[in-house]
T-cell receptor, first 111, second 109 residues
Framework: DAKTTQPNSMESNEEEPVHLPCNHS???????IHWYRQLPSQGPEYVIH???SNVNNRMASLAIAEDRKSSTLILHRATLRDAAVYYC????????????FGQGTRLTINP | NAGVTQTPKFQVLKTGQSMTLQCAQD?????MYWYRQDPGMGLRLIYY???????DKGEVPNGYNVSRLNKREFSLRLESAAPSQTSVYFC????????FGPGTRLTVL
């Protein structure tokens, strides 16, 4: 499985945008980029995913570099409820689609 | 809909005891997964089941067995618990993305 690299932690202020980076220099053409987050004492939850084009949903936006070797999860207006560990995961579309979790980025939101 | 449910929520075992963690889903998904999460770490895949009647090993299967009882239920069994198995266990199902249960916190003394 291709590996992802994320900063261990980031900090931001409430109601400001947050940009969470992820490097995946060994990504293959069939790998989708997935983001999950894990709120304290809960199981992970899906945030967003994409292949080549930038993606938006009600939770976040995903910006994917043209060479696909990096991506950025964007929370447009962070709230205290967005404090969580964010995982960037590469996932093949075929097969059992196992998720390989790294250590993720722990996001702290200051009021 | 309850989504993915796990029982029990908490469990304390002594070394050598056995137990089964239960997982059930009402989303009619074919694929189900068991992960463990040690403190400060990401999740690691123990076993998965791509469909009813099939199971496969993940990254850390040693010391565990699984049963895909039917489409809804996927159980994880520890035959002889060890302190190294102290962890939080998450069950998940998948359609396009994975949906996780709330977890079982297991302590082995």
């Amino acid at each position: 499985d291709a590996k992802t690299t994320q900063p261990n932690s980031m900090e931001s202020n409430e109601e400001e945008p947050v940009h969470l980076p992820c490097n995946h220099s060994t990504i293959s053409g069939t790998d989708y980029i997935h983001w999950y987050r894990q709120l304290p004492s809960q199981g992970p939850e899906y945030v967003i995913h994409g292949l080549t084009s930038n993606v938006n949903n009600r939770m976040a936006s995903l910006a994917i570099a043209e060479d696909r070797k990096s991506s950025t999860l964007i929370l447009h207006r962070a709230t205290l409820r967005d404090a969580a560990v964010y995982y960037c995961i590469l996932r093949l579309i075929q097969g059992a689609q196992k998720l390989v979790f790294g250590q993720g980025t722990r996001l702290t939101i200051n009021p | 809909n309850a989504g993915v449910t796990q029982t029990p929520k908490f469990q304390v075992l002594k070394t050598g005891q056995s137990m089964t963690l239960q997982c059930a889903q009402d989303m009619n998904h074919n694929s189900m997964y068991w992960y463990r999460q040690d403190p400060g770490m990401g999740l690691r895949l123990i076993y998965y089941s791509a469909s009813e009647g099939t199971t496969d090993k993940g990254e850390v299967p040693n010391g565990y067995n699984v049963s895909r009882l039917n489409k809804r239920e996927f159980s994880l069994r520890l035959e002889s618990a060890a302190p190294s198995q102290t962890s939080v266990y998450f069950c998940a199902t998948r359609r396009d993305t994975q949906y996780f249960g709330p977890g079982t916190r297991l302590t082995v003394l």
